[in-house]
């Protein structure tokens, strides 16, 4: 799976556990470009992400994540490790 | 707390609590609060309120799971069939998935009564102190 093709289906995720049609993700997007990704929205989303990619996170992982970019990125590792 | 771990809690739903709900929400419908009229609706009486199975799953989270630092994210609930005044219940949960990573657990639910017919399910995610 390519680092877009990830993407891609993060925005899905997105998309769906937000419920807003209108999210378009790019690498730098971050929390404060998506109105209704708060703090609680956050946990659900992680663990949406992680059931959807059949991965874990640690929490040192999910902390130093910068932008959605560094997220897709762990994720690509992940699935390649698999 | 980990995945296929079960828990089980029993429940009546007594006078205490369907006066109790009535007397703090207000909700008096003739469905819940007239035999007559709820027979009419093909009840076998007055059918107790959907919201007192939440209240129950308050406590379950609150009181009944090992850890104490629990605060509930979200919950969903089917009802399936009715339940009425003394009815015994039975919660009966499992846990489906915990997320170390953001510290959540989703549990899938169910209450049963006596004859062990599913009245409600449902699911539930609780922020949890791992």
Redesign the interface.
């Known amino acids: 799976m390519t680092a877009a093709e990830i993407l891609k289906e993060v925005n899905r995720i997105f998309i769906d556990q937000l419920e807003n049609e209108n999210i378009v993700l790019n690498r730098a997007s971050i929390a404060d470009d998506i109105e209704e990704w708060d703090s609680l929205t956050h946990i659900q989303l992680i663990v949406a992400i992680e059931k959807h990619f059949k991965t874990r996170f640690t929490s040192a992982e999910i902390q130093n994540f910068k932008n959605v970019g560094e997220m897709c990125d762990a994720l690509e590792k992940k699935i390649l490790l698999k | 707390m980990k995945k296929g771990d079960k828990f089980q809690t029993d429940f009546i739903v007594d006078d205490e609590i369907y006066n109790g709900f009535i007397d703090l929400f207000k909700d008096k419908n003739p469905l819940h609060t007239d035999a007559a009229f709820a027979e009419a609706k093909g009840f076998k009486g007055p059918v107790m309120h959907g919201n007192i199975l939440n209240g129950f799953l308050s406590f379950f989270i609150g009181e009944c799971l090992p850890e104490k630092n629990v605060l509930i ?2 919950q969903e609930i089917k009802y399936l069939h009715p339940v009425y005044k003394n009815e015994k219940l039975r919660l009966v949960a499992e846990v489906e ?1 915990v ?6 657990a ?1 549990l899938k639910f169910f209450f049963e009564n006596h004859t062990n017919l599913k009245i409600a399910k449902g699911k539930i ?1 609780i ?1 949890i102190d791992l």
């Open positions: 994210h979200s998935n997320s170390e990573s953001v510290k959540v989703e995610n922020g």
